[in-house]
């Protein structure tokens, strides 16, 4: 199973960076202001597909749609963003990704992030390590002096430059979609405080990735991990961190 979504995230940014390449995006606006690329939708339509084909397990798409209190019956389902970051897929700042994650028990248990330029693929299943093209992968920073923290191109806030401040963040790396999971568990960065909505497509993938490679992705309202298959698709404030850290708000 981990072997088919880590190729099945490969093949759809495959098809994504044929897009991104031709300059052709098909730019459309959602009901929600945010915007939608033919990329998006043909992704969309080879990973649910394939899941549905291979899988006898329900899939939620960021592009498709589900009701609601089926969605809430389900004990396990696949969660994916065909084209996650698609404000930088449209910027062309090479940031985004393909998020493909099984929620078990409303925790995410297995992930695949797959960054199609610069080919890299980070994916992870719970208690079995986390890795980046294959190679395995762990955060062992350990420069508590020089903090480094990712924030979001596109949705940083007040607040974050006020955590910033707050704990002395010797960096701040502007880092677009999923990317930032995958920055972490190389390593790269000490934190990512998230202080501005994102939906659970955005992270379930990551989120798994992060763990898995010595991480926490911690609820701010309770400072428990972050769980799925609320009632709504957004999720609250979270924190991407270390349990050797500790931060002030």
């Known amino acids: 199973m981990m072997e088919f979504i880590k190729?099945?995230?490969v093949v759809a940014g495959k098809e994504i960076l044929k897009v991104y390449d031709t300059g052709d995006l098909q730019v459309e606006t959602k009901v929600d202001n945010s915007p939608v690329t033919i990329a998006d939708k043909i992704a969309h339509e080879i990973?649910?597909?394939?899941?549905?084909k291979e899988y006898s397990i329900p899939v939620l798409s960021e592009e498709g749609v589900v009701d609601e209190q089926e969605r809430l019956s389900w004990d396990a389902f696949w969660l994916v963003d065909p084209l996650d970051g698609t404000k930088d897929f449209i910027k062309k700042t090479g940031m985004f990704t393909v998020n493909i994650a099984l929620i078990e028990n409303k925790r995410s248990t297995m992930g695949a992030v797959y960054a199609p330029v610069g080919e890299l693929l980070y994916s992870a299943e719970k208690d079995k390590g986390a890795y980046?093209?294959?190679q395995l992968i762990q955060n062992t920073r350990v420069n508590k002096d020089k903090l480094i923290s990712a924030n979001s191109v596109?949705?940083?806030?007040?607040k974050m430059?006020?955590?910033f401040s707050n704990n002395q963040i010797a960096e701040v790396r502007k880092i677009g979609s999923s990317l930032k999971?995958?920055?972490f568990a190389e390593g790269e960065i000490d934190v990512y405080p998230r202080l501005a909505p994102t939906c659970e497509w955005d992270t379930a993938a990551g989120q798994i990735v992060a763990e898995e490679a010595g991480g926490l992705v911690l609820n701010l309202e309770t400072m428990?991990?972050?769980?799925?298959?609320k009632q709504s698709l957004i999720n609250p404030h979270f924190i991407l961190t270390r349990s050797d850290l500790t931060w002030k708000f």
């Open 7 to 9: 190729n099945l995230a």
């Open 47 to 52: 990973i649910c597909e394939a899941l549905e």
């Open 132 to 134: 980046l093209n294959n």
């Open 154 to 158: 596109f949705h940083s806030t007040d």
């Open 161 to 163: 430059d006020q955590f």
């Open 181 to 183: 999971f995958g920055r």
């Open 224 to 229: 428990q991990p972050l769980t799925y298959q």
